[in-house]
Nanobody, 117 residues
Framework: QVQLVESGGGLVQAGGSLRLSCVAS????????VGWYRQAPEKRRDMVAQITAGGTTIYADSVKGRFTISRDNAKNTVYLQMNSLKPEDTAVYYC???????????WGKGTLVTVSS
């Protein structure tokens, strides 16, 4: 079983920055990709950024140039550096890990990011 614990959310003014962290623990697993999704009220959960096992990064168009995903394999941690935040970035941010042959999804409980105008 895989556990993902996010941290780093909070309230920030527009134009500010936050860094989210996600620590993975639990059973040994073969990671296909790790990433961040977000869900605003009454909206679907969408991918924000992802990094594959090979190091390829993928970003949603809405965050390109502002957000950066990175990982520290030694610490089993993935980060999301968020700069130039906008009110529309307000959402619950979820850490996601895809593992195993079938790419099973594992999720954290989420961390709330609120950007005030």
């Amino acid at each position: 079983q895989v556990q993902l614990v996010e941290s780093g959310g909070g309230l920030v003014q527009a134009g500010g920055s936050l860094r989210l962290s996600c620590v993975a623990s639990g059973s040994r697993f073969s990671i296909n990709a790790v990433g961040w999704y977000r869900q605003a009220p009454e909206k679907r959960r969408d991918m924000v950024a992802q990094i594959t096992a090979g190091g390829t990064t993928i970003y949603a168009d809405s965050v390109k140039g502002r957000f950066t995903i990175s990982r520290d394999n030694a610490k089993n941690t993935v980060y999301l550096q968020m700069n130039s935040l906008k009110p529309e970035d307000t959402a619950v941010y979820y850490c996601n890990l895809k593992a195993g042959y079938y790419g099973t999804d594992y999720w954290g409980k989420g961390t709330l990011v609120t950007v005030s105008s």
